[in-house]
């Protein structure tokens, strides 16, 4: 194979020969007017419009949510034997097919009354004074409060109810349970937390409506 082997364009074999360059003569003429481009217009995804968006007559949540709680009769039978015994009532959560299970536990009083006195304590003191701030401390409290149970596999863990002493020092009690958690797990137990406090919102509403604790599961 020579140097020319390479240089040759397809179908020219290997004699060597030089191909004629194209004259100008050559060169077919640009057309005279352009052809048009089709305008394309982009139109968005619709987005749902919130103010008329139907919603649960409960909770007032957007029933095109997918995180929109459904009620099994068992939680119905649970939550009423919590509220006549005067216990928690507990919910849990499977996650990524089953290898993570969240329990959570309703809260007392005394646990919300110390989240307020945190929230409190963080406008007054720490100037925490934006509401996107402030709700996502009550998020944060919340799980922390109610986390009663975590199942990873081969690890299992319960989580006892605070003492008074931890309840006053909240947001420390929260930053402690919390420090080694990875992104992941911190947003998959908090989802399971804000489902599970639409549902408890859901059954005290409904507290009123004898039909609806005779009636069959309730997707909401």
């Known amino acids: 194979m020579t140097t020319n082997d390479f240089n040759t364009p397809p179908g020219a074999g290997n004699s060597g020969a030089v191909l004629d360059k194209p004259s100008l003569e050559d060169i077919p003429d640009a057309p005279d007017e352009q052809e048009e481009q089709e305008e394309v217009t982009v139109i968005p995804p619709a987005q749902p419009d919130l103010a008329t968006a139907q919603r649960c007559q409960a909770c007032g949540w957007p029933l095109a949510d997918d995180n929109v709680v459904k009620i099994e009769g068992e939680d119905k039978d649970n939550f009423v ?6 216990g ?3 919910r849990t959560y499977s996650r990524y097919g089953g290898k993570m299970k ?3 536990r309703s809260r007392t009083v005394a646990e919300s009354t110390a989240i307020m006195k945190a929230l409190d304590y963080a406008s007054k003191e720490e100037g925490v004074d934006n509401m996107p701030e402030l709700m996502t401390r009550t998020l944060y409290y919340q799980m922390v409060v109610g986390l009663a149970g975590l199942d990873m596999g081969d690890e299992g863990e319960t989580f006892p109810e605070l003492t008074t002493a931890q309840l006053e020092n909240l947001d420390e009690t929260s930053k402690e349970l919390t420090k080694d958690w990875n992104e992941a797990k ?3 137990i908090q989802n399971a937390a804000g489902m599970f406090d639409r549902l408890v ?20």
Request: proline share 3%; charged share 25%; net charge negative.
């Open 81 to 86: 034997s919590s509220v006549l015994s005067g």
């Open 201 to 220: 919102h859901q059954l005290t509403l409904r507290a009123h409506d004898s039909d609806f604790w005779k009636g069959e599961d309730t997707p909401d």
């Open 186 to 188: 911190y947003s998959t």
């Open 102 to 104: 969240i329990t959570m």
């Open 88 to 90: 928690r009532f507990k």
